[in-house]
């Protein structure tokens, strides 16, 4: 199971932290992933971390701006967002990828948190 | 890598039976594809990965093809829960990318 929290209102230029707590699963050995879909469009990948953190992974819209981070011992993914423009606003999905691989398919996913950046 | 379905829009009864095609820019390497289906109001669920390999709990109406740059989704028999939108993701390499959708809907 994924339970995605930290979403929220803010304002062009801002920050927020995402998290997603995973349970059900040896954390430790699995890549993540988060995925945005702004309202009324479709999925678009947004970084991804490798199962032991070393190797990260992001979109050419977020790089530089945004940062996957986890904390194995607490079975927690994180998605540190700043310098936030309207454009990022989405609901924003963690999602686990399969065994050995630094991204491939993506299964479960969580029921996302929405952040919407506005004045 | 560019991923473009088609169409668009599908409209067809239950009990039809349903292609959906994701068309890629450039080669997927190792049938590198999967599919997922969306209902309004929930996360994505994965169908399909590797091209055409069923996920844990996805009906058998459900199946995957192709290969290179042509791919796609067959529902063999339309049932009412199967009016979704749907989604081909590639995974060959990093920058990961989704096609836009194909939206079945109940004719």
């Known amino acids: 199971q994924l339970l995605e929290s930290g979403g929220g209102l803010v304002q062009p230029g801002g920050s927020l932290r995402l998290s997603c707590a995973a349970s059900?699963?040896?954390?430790?050995?699995?890549?993540m992933t988060w995925v945005r879909q702004a309202p009324g469009k479709g999925l678009e990948w947004v970084s991804a971390?490798?199962?032991?953190?070393?190797?990260?992974y992001y979109a050419d819209s977020v790089k530089g701006r945004f940062t996957i981070s986890r904390d194995n011992s607490n079975n927690t993914l994180y998605l540190q967002l700043n310098h936030l423009r309207a454009d990022d606003t989405a609901l924003y999905f963690c999602?686990?990828?399969?065994?050995?691989?630094?991204?491939?398919?993506?299964?479960?996913w969580g029921q996302g948190t929405l952040v919407t950046v506005s004045s | 890598i560019v991923l473009t379905q088609s169409p668009g829009t599908l409209s067809l009864s239950p009990g039809e039976r349903a292609t959906l095609s994701c068309r890629a820019s450039?080669?997927?390497?190792?049938?590198?594809l999967a599919w997922y289906q969306q209902k309004p109001g929930q996360a994505p669920r994965l169908l399909i990965y590797?091209?055409?390999s069923r996920a844990t709990g996805i009906p058998d109406r459900f199946s995957g093809s192709g290969s290179g740059t042509d791919f796609s989704l067959t529902i063999s028999r339309l049932e009412p829960e199967d009016f979704a939108l749907y989604y081909c993701?590639?995974?060959?390499?990093?920058?990961?990318?989704f096609g836009q959708g194909t939206r079945l809907e109940i004719k």
């Open positions: 993701q590639h995974y060959d390499s990093s920058p990961i990318t």
């Open positions: 971390v490798s199962a032991s953190g070393e190797s990260t």
């Open positions: 590797g091209a055409s």
């Open positions: 059900g699963f040896t954390f430790s050995t699995y890549a």
């Open positions: 450039q080669s997927v390497r190792r049938t590198y």
């Open positions: 999602a686990k990828s399969p065994l050995g691989v630094d991204y491939g398919w993506f299964d479960p």
